[in-house]
Nanobody
Framework: QVQLVESGGGLVQAGGSLRLSCAASGRTLSSYAVGWFRQAPGKERDFVAAISWSGGNTYYADSVKGRFTISRDNAKNTVYVQMNSLKPDDTAVYYC????????????????WGQGTQVTVSS
């Protein structure tokens, strides 16, 4: 079992930055692909970014490409997403999820997920 805990969310003005963390316990995260997803009120849970187990491959939704950067520190059992130039449309609950095989674009394809962290971007 892998337990995931997200942190780093909060309230920020448009144009600001936040860094979200996804910390794992129970097992080493180094053998898992990790994805970040977000869900705004009344909307579906959408893919944001993902990183392969080695960190060698990263993937982004078009809406965040160039603004968000996903990375991982396997020694710390943690995956990060650096979010810059935030917009009000980025407001959502952000979730991380882990998958024991290759990166996937659907939340339902992941094996483990966290409880989420709220990101609110004011205009």
């Amino acid at each position: 079992q892998v337990q995931l805990v997200e942190s780093g969310g909060g309230l920020v003005q448009a144009g600001g930055s936040l860094r979200l963390s996804c910390a794992a316990s129970g097992r080493t995260l180094s053998s898992y692909a990790v994805g970040w997803f977000r869900q705004a009120p009344g909307k579906e849970r959408d893919f944001v970014a993902a990183i392969s187990w080695s960190g060698g491959n990263t993937y982004y939704a078009d809406s965040v490409k160039g603004r968000f950067t996903i990375s991982r520190d396997n020694a710390k059992n943690t995956v990060y997403v650096q979010m810059n130039s935030l917009k009000p449309d980025d407001t959502a609950v952000y979730y991380c999820a882990a998958r024991s095989t290759a990166v996937a674009g659907k939340f339902s394809e992941y094996d483990y997920w966290g409880q989420g962290t709220q990101v609110t971007v004011s205009s």
